[in-house]
């Protein structure tokens, strides 16, 4: 994988640890998968890019996912609500940049 993958980005949000719960995101497009992916995938309720799902920690969902790991992004909780955390700050609003042509006034001259 390249240092710039979808999946990369992902994983270095936070440390990786067991949870019970997975938020698992499909970054691949389905057109030209195999058609048990794309059955797996729906089984796991993934239809379009970039949605995200979650799921409990099972040997059967675990074995999906192996099945499918080129086409989706895999995340504990804590990964997910950090990752949230900081696309929640990037998008917030700033103050307004303001800038001026004219010259600053010159100040009173004294005598």
Request: proline share 9%.
């Amino acid at each position: 994988m390249t240092a710039g993958s979808a999946f990369n980005a992902f994983k270095a949000r936070a440390s990786i640890a067991w949870s019970p719960r997975l938020y698992i995101t499909l970054v691949r497009g389905l057109p030209g998968t195999r058609q048990l992916h794309r059955r797996t995938l729906e089984a796991m309720r993934l239809r379009r890019c970039n949605r995200t799902v979650v799921h409990r920690t099972t040997p059967s969902l675990l074995g999906m996912l192996n099945q499918v790991k080129r086409l989706v992004a895999v995340e504990t909780e804590e990964m997910y609500n950090t990752r949230k955390k900081q696309d929640e700050e990037h998008r917030a609003l700033r103050p307004p940049i303001v800038v001026s042509h004219h010259p600053p006034p010159l100040p009173p001259a004294t005598e």
